[in-house]
């Protein structure tokens, strides 16, 4: 593989940065709070805060999203996001350089924004903005364990727990019961999950890289720390049969997960 450092020059334009000198989003450019026009009413960002992942989500009325990373360490067969991440670029102490490649793609597969970057702009929507509600749309926000604890801390360090709800996406196998109870006590209110089968024939044709074990083990731990654990499936995979949809089945009704499955299209 090709390291940053062995990019020859002419393929190195000179404009790839670390994700931490990208400026915060425009959210001064947004229409954020309903407007009335000559011809017509403008509903706004915020009108749209609500979220039915959690109580605290479901009364949200000024909600951001938040995205800082690029690019996932799964492989997901049905999925294209560990091609976001980008290759030519400089190293940073929190990228994740997986344990596996595939040909022609260069490490690493997934860049984050340090745990300052991350809370300095939390910071400033705050201020800004009067949020009351923060949904992280990392894919794998949880994957690098120690950047999360450095988040946790900040937020503690600098008095901002209890300011604002919060939830986020995460892989079954990056959660344990300390993480969780430190995200509870953070003001976490929800963990939604990518399940996408729970048959381990699937998951394993999938490319999952997780188990049906710590599927259950994720689930349950969400919920013995407080935290609404969110899951989403997809059925109609090329191989699946009533056997792997019943397995699947079986573990909602075991776990009394009400959920609607997106059916896999192109």
Excluded at 116 to 144: C, G, P, R, S, W
Excluded at 203 to 229: H, M, W
Excluded at 235 to 263: H, K
Aim: net charge negative.
């Amino acid at each position: 593989p090709i390291r940053p450092d062995e990019i020859p020059e002419e393929l190195n334009p000179g404009h790839y940065r670390t994700l931490d000198e990208l400026p915060y989003p425009a959210w001064e450019h947004f229409d954020l709070d309903p407007r009335q026009e000559k011809t017509r009413f403008i509903p706004g960002y915020f009108v749209h805060s609500s979220l039915a992942l959690s109580a605290e989500a479901l009364s949200a009325r000024r909600r951001m999203d938040v995205i800082a990373e690029r690019g996932c360490a799964g492989r997901c067969r049905f999925c294209d996001h560990a091609r976001l991440g980008g290759d030519f670029l400089h190293e940073s102490e929190w990228d994740f350089y997986g344990d596996f490649q595939k040909e022609g793609r260069i490490q690493p597969f997934v860049r984050f924004q340090s745990p300052e970057y991350v809370v300095d702009m939390i910071t400033y929507i705050l201020i800004h903005f009067k949020i009351d509600f923060i949904a992280f749309m990392d894919e794998t926000m949880l994957l690098n364990r120690p950047r999360t604890l450095r988040i946790l801390e900040l937020l503690e360090e600098r008095d901002l727990i209890g300011t604002f709800k919060w939830g986020c996406l995460a892989r079954a196998e990056n959660v344990d019961l300390e993480l969780l109870g430190k995200m509870k006590q953070a003001d976490c209110t929800y963990i939604s999950f990518g399940f996408e089968s729970s048959d381990q024939g699937q998951l394993d044709y999938l490319e999952k890289g997780n188990t049906v074990a710590q599927q259950q083990t994720a689930f349950r731990s969400c919920i013995d720390t407080g935290i609404n654990p969110i899951t989403s499936y997809i059925i109609g995979y090329p191989d699946e049969d009533m056997q792997s949809l019943y397995n699947t089945a079986r573990f909602w009704v075991v776990n009394g997960i009400q959920c609607a499955p997106f059916f896999l299209t192109p």
